[in-house]
C-alpha cells in the first residue's frame, strides 16, 4: 500500500484553512479558523474557542465539518503552550535563605507558559525564562476539538541542556501514540520549534497534564497541571437548581455550585537546586521537602493577589494558580483533585465538611441515574497519576473558615518552616 | 542532557538484542502468563544473584522450581479452582523460611513451629526421627479462582524483600475457565475467563508484580551481616516489575542473560482484544500503577470479583454487568487510569484499545483509493454498514477516512523515540533519520504503563528504568500468541 501518496493527500486536506508547515526551526501555531493579528483571547479564558468568535477563518474539522456546518454540541478550541525554565518561590518566608526573611526560598523550575494570541515570531523572546508553576489550567468542554500547539523556547539557565518537551494528557481515552506525549513511544518537540496535538474530547472529567519527556526529571521540575472536562450535561436544562455538573449523570447528582481543581505535587529543594547549578541530578535520594496545592504551601495557597504571585530572581509572575476555596452556605463545591507528586501518596480531608466521593479517574462512578456507587468519606488517598471528583455539600455546615490539609502531617510544612505546606481554606460565607 | 546518548546506547543495546529475539521466536510476546502449573510443586529457597537494570546485581533469596537456580519472583503456581494443591518448602539457608498463601486457607506439615506457619531449616535434626525438620508440606485447595500473592513467614520484614515472593493464579475450573459467546460479533470465538463468565473474558493476560529492593540491605546479608540490617531505615532505589527494571522488563521470558530473572512483561495486543492485567502489589510500597493509552476496569480485588452479583460461581450469569470498551464487565468494576496498588493486595482489571471517537482515522484510510484500501468498515461483508466498532476490521467507523488534523513538524525538528514508526498511522511504517525508531516492527502503537511515582522510573539513581515496561497495540492480524 502507498502510504506516501495517501499522507500526502490528506495532508492537503488537514491543511485546509491552515498555513503551511515551516522547514526549519520555527515557532509555528496551528489552529482551525486562526487569523493571525485579527483574531485574540478577547475574554481572557486563556484559548481561542471558536463559538466565543474567537476563530474567523474558514476550516474543515477532520470529521468533515466546517465553520458553518459544525453541530451546535460542537466547538473548536486552541491553545498555544510553551515549554522553558523560570522561577518560582516557597512559602517558607520566615526562614532566611541567605537574604533575610521575608521571601520563601527560591527555586529553578523546567515549566509550561500560556502563549495563546502571542505571534509566532515574538513567542521565543516573549517566553524564555518566564515559564509558570503549575502549568496553565485547561478547562475544556466535552465535544470540544482541541488543537494544542507546543513550542519548546529552550532552557535559558541550562545552556548545555537540549531537551525536547511534549505533553501529556493524561487519563485521554483511547489516545493515540502520536498525540500521547510519551516521548519513547512517538515524538517530542526540540528547542526552537513547535509540535500541535490534536484531542476530539468526548470524556468528561478530571484529568491531568504533563511533560513526559525524562519524565521523571521534568516533572519534579514543575511541568505539570489541572486538565478538566466539562459534561456535554451542562449545556441541557437545569437538574435539581443545578446547571453545573461533574458528569452527564442525568439526575443532577454530580450537580454543584461552585469547583475548583486542587493538584498535589511537591518540589525537592536539593534537586531543583542541582539542576540549576549543573550538578548530577539526585534520583535515587529525591525527598520532597515542599509539599504542595496548586504550586504553594500554606499560606501562598489562600493569597489572591489577581495576577498571581512573582518569583525574587525575574519578578515575572510565575505561579498563578492559587487553591483557596470560597462558597456560599449551602452550596455543593466541586473539588477537582489530582495527583502528580513523583514520590509519595497524600491523603486530603477537611475540618469538617463530609465528602462525596462521585467520580474517579475521570469516570463517574456507578452508571447514570445510579448514585448507589458514591463514596461518602472524610478523607481521600492519591497517589501520583490518580483523581478524583469530591463533591463538599456545605448544607448545614455554619458560615467559617476550614481547612482541606493532608493528614500525612508531616508534609504540613515549608521545608524547615513548620506551619504551611499541602493546605489550603474551605472559607464559607453566611 | 548529556546523559542522553549514553542512555540510548544502554537502552539501544539491549532493546537491540530483545527485538532480535522477538523477530526470530515464533511464541515470542506474553498471551498467557508463564509459570508452572500444579497441583504438586517443590519449592527450594536458595541464594543466587540477580541483575539491575543499571548494571548492578543483587543478593538473592527466592524460592527455586525443585532443582532450578532460585528465581525473582518465585516461580508463578498456576492452579484450578477446587484442585488440591500440595507445595513441599525446602530450604539451603542457613536461616529458617517458610511459605505464607494469602486467601487460602492452609494446612502445614513438617518443619517447625514458627509464629505464622510452620518454617523448614536447611537439614533434618537426626536426632528427631518422627520429625523432619528440613521439609514443610502445604496443602490447599483454592476454592475462588483469581490472583493471589505468596511470600515467606518467617522474618518476612527481611525474607520478602530479599525475594522470597511470587504469584499464585487460579485459574476457574474446567468448564468455565474458557468459552464461546463472550464476543457478540462472534459468539463461537472462544476466551478464557479469569472468574468463570464473560465479565472477566480476555484475549491476553499479563501478570504485574511490584516490587522494590533497598540494595544496601541485600549487601549486609550477602557478606554475613544479617544482624546490621536495619528495615525501618529501608530506602528502595531499585523498582522492579516481575523482578526485573526496566527497560529488562522488556527482554523475553527466560531470557539467557537473566538467568534467575525469568518472566517478562510486555503486552501486545490489537483494537479490539481484551487484555487481563494481574496486579500484585508483592512490596512494601504502594505504587500507583498507570496505564497509558485508555483506561482499565479494575473488576477484581484480592481475588474477589467486584460485583454485587451473589451468584458469581459457577453460574456463567450476566447480571450484575455493565458495558466496557469492549464486551462486558462486573457492575462494582472501577475504571481507573491509575491503580493505587497497595502493598500484599491483588487486582484484576480489563483493558482494551478501539481508538473509539479519536476523529481521525488511525489506518490512514485514502477515500479517493479504495481499491488500495480493502478495509472499509464493513464488518467483513461487502456492502454492509457497521456502526460503532467493527470487530473485523477493527476500526472505529465514524472515523473511517477522516483525515490526519494537524500539518506535521518538519523531521529535524523532532525527537524520536525508539518506538515510533515514523508514522502516525497504526500499521504504518515512515522515514526516519538513520538510527532512529527501529524498535516497531509491526508499526504498532506503544503505550508506556509504569509507576507513576517518578522516582520509581529509576535504576539506583539512573533514568530511564525501573517500575516500566510497555504495551503494544499492534496493528489487526499480527500473530500474538
Known amino acids: 500500500m502507498n502510504y506516501g501518496k495517501t499522507f500526502f493527500r490528506l495532508l492537503l486536506v488537514a491543511l485546509l484553512g491552515m498555513p503551511a508547515v515551516p522547514a526549519s526551526a520555527e515557532v509555528f501555531f496551528q489552529c482551525p479558523g486562526y487569523v493571525p493579528l485579527t483574531d485574540r483571547d478577547a475574554n481572557s479564558d486563556g484559548v481561542l474557542r471558536f463559538r466565543d468568535g474567537e476563530l474567523s477563518g474558514p476550516f474543515t474539522l477532520p470529521n468533515g465539518f466546517t465553520r458553518d456546518t459544525l453541530p451546535a454540541d460542537q466547538d473548536v478550541v486552541c491553545k498555544h503552550l510553551v515549554a522553558g525554565d523560570g522561577f518560582v518561590n516557597m512559602a517558607d518566608k520566615t526562614v ?26 515574538q513567542v521565543m523572546s516573549d517566553f524564555m525564562l518566564r515559564m509558570e508553576f503549575p502549568a496553565p489550567t485547561i478547562t475544556l468542554r466535552q465535544r470540544d476539538h482541541f488543537y494544542l500547539t507546543l513550542s519548546n523556547v529552550g532552557m535559558v539557565m541550562r545552556p548545555d541542556l537540549f531537551d525536547p518537551h511534549s505533553v501529556h494528557y493524561h487519563g485521554f481515552p483511547n489516545a493515540s501514540a502520536i498525540f500521547d506525549g510519551e516521548p519513547m513511544s512517538s515524538i517530542s518537540i526540540n528547542m526552537g520549534a513547535s509540535l500541535t496535538y490534536y484531542y476530539n474530547n468526548v470524556e468528561p472529567g478530571t484529568f491531568m497534564y504533563h511533560c513526559h519527556v525524562e519524565a521523571t526529571e521534568h516533572m519534579q521540575m514543575g511541568m505539570l497541571g489541572n486538565l478538566y472536562v466539562t459534561p456535554a450535561q451542562d449545556a441541557g436544562p437545569a437538574i435539581n437548581g443545578f446547571t453545573r455538573f461533574a458528569y452527564n449523570d442525568e439526575d443532577g447528582s454530580t450537580g454543584y455550585n461552585v469547583a475548583y481543581p486542587v493538584q498535589i505535587h511537591n518540589f ?30 500554606y499560606p501562598d495557597t489562600v493569597d489572591t493577589t489577581p495576577e498571581g504571585l512573582a518569583n525574587s ?22 473539588l477537582r483533585i489530582s495527583s502528580l507528586a513523583t514520590t509519595s501518596f497524600h491523603t486530603l480531608t477537611t475540618t469538617g465538611i463530609p465528602m462525596l466521593v462521585v467520580g474517579k479517574d475521570a469516570r463517574k462512578l456507578g452508571p447514570p441515574n445510579d448514585t448507589s456507587q458514591y463514596i461518602r468519606t472524610n478523607s481521600i488517598t492519591l497517589g501520583g497519576g490518580e483523581a478524583v471528583d469530591v463533591i463538599l455539600d456545605t448544607l448545614g455546615i455554619p458560615a467559617g473558615t476550614y481547612f482541606l490539609y493532608t493528614s500525612n502531617v508531616y508534609h504540613l510544612n515549608n521545608n524547615t518552616e513548620e506551619y504551611g505546606g499541602m493546605m489550603t481554606e474551605i472559607r464559607i460565607v453566611p | 542532557m548529556d546523559k542522553t546518548k549514553k542512555r540510548f546506547r544502554g537502552l539501544t543495546g539491549m532493546l537491540v538484542a530483545a527485538t532480535l529475539l522477538l523477530l526470530l521466536l515464533p511464541v515470542c510476546a506474553l498471551a498467557a502468563v508463564n509459570g508452572i502449573p500444579g497441583p504438586t510443586f517443590t519449592l527450594t529457597v536458595k541464594t543466587d544473584h540477580i541483575s539491575t537494570a543499571d548494571g548492578s546485581n543483587l543478593f538473592l533469596w527466592g524460592y527455586a522450581d525443585g532443582t532450578n537456580r532460585a528465581q525473582y519472583p518465585g516461580p508463578t503456581l498456576i492452579v484450578t479452582q477446587g484442585q488440591p494443591i500440595t507445595v513441599t518448602l525446602k530450604n539451603q539457608l542457613d536461616v529458617p523460611v517458610s511459605i505464607v498463601f494469602a486467601g487460602q486457607t492452609v494446612t502445614a506439615s513438617g518443619g517447625i513451629p514458627g509464629l505464622l506457619t510452620r518454617e523448614a531449616l536447611k537439614n533434618d535434626d537426626p536426632g528427631t526421627l518422627a520429625v523432619d525438620e528440613s521439609t514443610v508440606t502445604y496443602t490447599f485447595t483454592p476454592t475462588e479462582p483469581g490472583t493471589y500473592l505468596y511470600s515467606s513467614g518467617t522474618d518476612p520484614h527481611l525474607q520478602v524483600q530479599m525475594g522470597l515472593l511470587g504469584a499464585l493464579i487460579v485459574r476457574p475450573s474446567a468448564a468455565t475457565a474458557t468459552m464461546p459467546g463472550c464476543d457478540p460479533t462472534d459468539p463461537t470465538r472462544v476466551m478464557a475467563t479469569a472468574y468463570g463468565d464473560c465479565r472477566s473474558a480476555y484475549d491476553y493476560e499479563t501478570l504485574f508484580i511490584l516490587t522494590e529492593t533497598d540494595p544496601a540491605l541485600h549487601t549486609l546479608v550477602e557478606l554475613g551481616r544479617i544482624e546490621e540490617v536495619k528495615t525501618t531505615e529501608f530506602f528502595p532505589v531499585n523498582w522492579f516489575i516481575n523482578g526485573r527494571g526496566g527497560p529488562d522488563t522488556l527482554a523475553p521470558y527466560k531470557a539467557s542473560w537473566l538467568p534467575t530473572q525469568p518472566y517478562e512483561c510486555f503486552t501486545r495486543t490489537t483494537p479490539g482484544d481484551r487484555v487481563l492485567l494481574r496486579i500484585v502489589g508483592a512490596g512494601r510500597d504502594s505504587h500507583p500503577f498507570h496505564t497509558h493509552g485508555n483506561n482499565m476496569d479494575v473488576i477484581a480485588r484480592d481475588g474477589r470479583l467486584l460485583t454485587t452479583d451473589p451468584a458469581i460461581q459457577p453460574a456463567p450469569s450476566l447480571t450484575a454487568a455493565r458495558a466496557a470498551e ?33 476523529g481521525w482515522d488511525v489506518y490512514g484510510h485514502d477515500l479517493a483509493n479504495p481499491a488500495l484500501d480493502p478495509a472499509i468498515c464493513d464488518g467483513g461483508i461487502p456492502g454492509r454498514v457497521v456502526n460503532g466498532f467493527d470487530m473485523v476490521t477493527r476500526e472505529w467507523c465514524a472515523d473511517h477516512g477522516n483525515p490526519f488534523p494537524v500539518a506535521r513538524t518538519d523531521i529535524k525538528d523532532l525527537t524520536f523515540g525508539q518506538f515510533y514508526s515514523g508514522s502516525p498511522f497504526l500499521g504504518s511504517a515512515g522515514a526516519l533519520p538513520p538510527g532512529e525508531g527501529g524498535f516497531n516492527p509491526n508499526a504498532g502503537f506503544f503505550f508506556m504503563w509504569h509507576s507513576h511515582n517518578e522516582k520509581e522510573l529509576t535504576n539506583n539513581d539512573i533514568f530511564p528504568g525501573g517500575m516500566l515496561t510497555m504495551l503494544v497495540v499492534e496493528p489487526p492480524g499480527t500473530p500474538i500468541k
Open chain 1, 96 to 121: 532566611d535563605h541567605g537574604a533575610g526573611t521575608g521571601v520563601g526560598k527560591l527555586q529553578y523550575i523546567f515549566g509550561f507558559a500560556n502563549a495563546t494570541g502571542t505571534p509566532d515570531p
Open chain 1, 268 to 297: 525537592d529543594p536539593n534537586f531543583h537546586d542541582a539542576s540549576m547549578n549543573v550538578q548530577p541530578l539526585p534520583f535515587a535520594e529525591m525527598e520532597d521537602l515542599y509539599p504542595m496545592l496548586n504550586g504553594r504551601g
Open chain 1, 313 to 334: 530572581e525575574t519578578g515575572n509572575f510565575s505561579q498563578k494558580v492559587n487553591a483557596l476555596i470560597t462558597a456560599v452556605r449551602g452550596d455543593r463545591i466541586l
Open chain 2, 326 to 358: 469492549v464486551g462486558v464487565v462486573p457492575d462494582l468494576a472501577v475504571s481507573n487510569f491509575t491503580n493505587n496498588t497497595l502493598p500484599g493486595a491483588t487486582y484484576d482489571a480489563i483493558y482494551a484499545w478501539t481508538g473509539r471517537n479519536l
